[in-house]
Structures are given as C-alpha cells and as structure tokens.
Nanobody, 126 residues
Framework: QVQLVESGGGLVQAGGSVRLSCAAS??????????MGWFRQAPGKDREFVAA????????YYEDSVKGRFTISRDNGKNTVYLQMNGLTPEDTAAYYC?????????????????WGQGTQVTVSS
C-alpha cells in the first residue's frame, strides 16, 4: 500500500510557474520501486495524462501540450516526485493528481497505476 500526497497547487497568473510535489509513504515497497505519473482533470473533462517517470528516473514521458514547459523529476531518497510547470496558460487549469504504478509500460494510461493521490488544484488566471 502506498499513500500519495500532492502539494504545491494554487492560483498563478498566465505565464507563471508552479512546482507540484508528491510525497509517497507506506509499508512494504518503497516509492522508488514504482513508476510515477501526473494526471490532471479539468471540470467536466476526463482525467488526462500529463507526465510520467520510470522508477529509476531514466525515462520520462510527456503529453504533447506540455512538452518543453513541464518537467517531471524524482528524488527517491525523499520518496518524492515533482512536476515543474512553466509557461502556464489558463488551459492548464485543473486538479493535478499523482499516481504510482508497479509496471514500466503504458505509463500514459490510467490503468497502469495502482495508487492515486487526492489531487491538488492549479488555477491559472489570464
């Protein structure tokens, strides 16, 4: 069992930056054994993939609209995953969720993940 807690969301102006954190805890396997992902969900829309990182951090994946603006990283010593978001636009407004998955494939898909956080809201004003 892994507990995930996101933090760092808030209100930011368009063009601004935010860094989200996802702290993992729990017995058994450490979070460093899991691939980690970030997803987001805007009101009235489906949850969508944003970024993912392999358990060792050697591989990263991004949704096309965030490439070059967002960066996912992890610090396994701190059991924490980060999402640095730059150049934010109002279209990035959503609740952001981190997730942990025990596999290494299909990380763009919700089904690849076993555990989810409660989410943190990011609101970008124009």
């Amino acid at each position: 069992q892994v507990q995930l807690v996101e933090s760092g969301g808030g209100l930011v102006q368009a063009g601004g930056s935010v860094r989200l954190s996802c702290a993992a805890s729990g017995p058994g396997r450490t979070s460093s054994s899991y691939a980690m992902g970030w997803f987001r969900q805007a009101p009235g829309k489906d949850r969508e993939f944003v970024a993912a990182i392999s358990w060792g951090g050697g591989y990263t994946y991004y949704e096309d609209s965030v490439k070059g603006r967002f960066t996912i990283s992890r610090d396994n010593g701190k059991n924490t995953v980060y999402l640095q978001m730059n150049g934010l636009t109002p279209e990035d407004t959503a609740a952001y969720y981190c997730a942990a998955g025990s596999g290494e494939y299909g990380l763009r898909y919700i089904g690849a993940y076993d555990y989810w956080g409660q989410g943190t809201q990011v609101t970008v004003s124009s």
